[in-house]
């Protein structure tokens, strides 16, 4: 297996709500990333997972929390989520942190 | 610090002529440097990338790139240009030794094929 699966494709979700996002790779690599993207406009990072544990948080708002269950599987929970943060995120892994990511296909989010 | 400059927000080629996109970077010590595609809806692709070795790097579907020093630059390139090469490219830069997982992009250059 040879690429990374995120589910949903397409999510829109209210302002009250609670989802989460879903990210899978079996290459074994133990670097896992969050990203988040506007359109035409280059990937932000929100988050990078190394070994499964949380290397990096940029900043990002405490409505976005991250979890890393094992080395295969990313998720990121959302609550309470404001319109300005519908986006394409997506999620990329590689084999250690220096290395080469790939990248998902994303998840369309729309808050309204 | 990193940065990644795309000059050029949008390159226009004839379909079979050569593609050139524009790519310049600066860190604090050596680079590990990358190119991404994006079509419409959907997740970067990784084209290629440099690390050490040989100047010039070939990777998926015909695309090279030459790493330059000097001029701190990595312009993508392809011989001859189709009209599926269109899509968004992104440069990307890391450096080497420190901020390990963070990558700096570039703004991304849109590049459009005409038959």
């Known amino acids: 297996d040879t690429e990374v699966t995120q589910t949903p494709k397409h999510l829109v979700m209210g302002m009250t709500n609670k989802k989460s996002l879903k990210c899978e790779q079996h290459?074994?690599?133990?670097?896992m990333y969050w990203y988040k993207q506007k359109a035409k406009k280059p990937p932000e990072l929100m988050f990078v997972y190394s070994y499964e544990k949380l290397s990096i948080n940029e900043s990002v708002p405490s409505r976005f929390s991250p979890e890393c269950p094992n080395s295969s599987l990313l998720n990121l929970h959302l609550h309470a989520l404001q319109p300005e943060d519908s986006a394409l995120y997506l999620c990329?892994?590689?084999?250690?942190?220096?290395?080469?990511?790939?990248f998902g296909p994303g998840t369309r989010l729309l808050v309204l | 610090a990193q940065s990644v400059a795309q000059p050029e927000d949008q390159v226009n080629v004839a379909e079979g002529n050569p593609l050139t996109v524009k790519c310049t970077y600066s860190v604090s010590g050596n680079p590990y440097l990358f190119w991404y595609v994006q079509y419409p809806n959907r997740g970067l692709q990784f084209l290629l990338k440099?690390?050490?070795?040989?100047?010039l790097v070939k990777g998926s579907y015909g695309f090279e790139a030459e790493f330059n020093k000097s001029q701190t630059s990595f312009h993508l390139k392809k011989p001859s240009a189709l009209v599926s090469d269109s899509a968004l490219y992104f440069c990307?830069?890391?450096?080497?030794?420190?901020?390990?997982?963070?990558?700096?992009f570039g703004d991304g250059t849109t590049l459009t094929v005409k038959p």
């Open positions: 440099y690390i050490t070795g040989d100047n």
């Open positions: 990307a830069v890391r450096d080497m030794y420190t901020n390990a997982g963070k990558s700096t």
């Open positions: 290459m074994g690599h133990r670097a």
């Open positions: 990329a892994s590689s084999v250690g942190p220096q290395e080469t990511q790939y």
